[in-house]
């Protein structure tokens, strides 16, 4: 029975990469995409509607502010990013998978940023010597704006990439295991 359970295992997290991948893609968008709506509601409330920083906190911040202030939060998001992009990195070939590599990439560093951040709300040191938490580019441009800008520079590879998978040449698809692709 022991063995059972075991070999048990590994056809669950192929099939992740396999029969589920688009299912699991498409759950792993849909945070992207509300992740990034909250940045975009933030930022319109920032520079349309003029709100000052401490009250333009996005949707679910202006509902419920201690979850936009939370470095937990911020952190956590940071921590699913980098985890959907590794569990589904496996379900990409050819050049769809370099794309999701170079998202990748990127989502390490913003994720020890965000570690960083965490790390300094926890413990009240900040780098620096500021008064706040601060990652190490917020030393070079402010938070919102950086934080913009990783999401874009994470995502923008994360879309080539979806259409890549999405519309492989024959060789890539003859190598997917899922079945995401469009019909030839």
């Known amino acids: 029975m022991a063995t059972e359970a075991v070999s048990a ?8 990469n396999s029969r589920h991948h688009r ?3 498409n759950i792993f968008m849909f945070i992207v995409v509300a992740h990034w709506a909250e940045h975009i509601a933030q930022a319109i409330q920032l520079w349309v509607l003029g709100w000052p ?3 333009a906190l996005g949707v679910i911040g202006s509902l419920y502010p201690p979850a936009f ?7 956590g998001y940071a921590l ?4 959907g992009l590794i569990a589904l990195r496996k379900g990409f070939t050819g050049r769809a998978r370099t794309w999701w590599n170079i998202s990748l ?3 390490v560093w913003h994720h020890f940023e965000h570690l960083l951040l965490l790390v300094q709300a926890q413990t009240g040191w ?8 601060t990652s190490i580019l ?4 402010p938070r919102v704006e950086l934080h913009l800008f990783y999401n874009a520079i994470v995502f923008i590879p994360m879309v080539v990439a979806m259409v890549r998978h999405l519309r492989p040449s024959p060789s890539e698809r003859a190598e997917m295991a899922c079945t995401c692709a469009a019909r030839a």
């Open 9 to 16: 295992a590994p056809v669950k997290v192929s099939a992740l």
């Open 105 to 107: 990439g990127i989502q």
């Open 80 to 83: 699913v990013m980098l985890i």
């Open 69 to 75: 202030t939370s470095e937990w939060m911020h952190y």
């Open 53 to 55: 920083p401490k009250q």
């Open 126 to 133: 900040h780098l620096a010597g500021r008064p706040v938490p």
């Open 23 to 25: 299912l699991w893609l």
């Open 138 to 141: 917020q030393l070079f441009a």
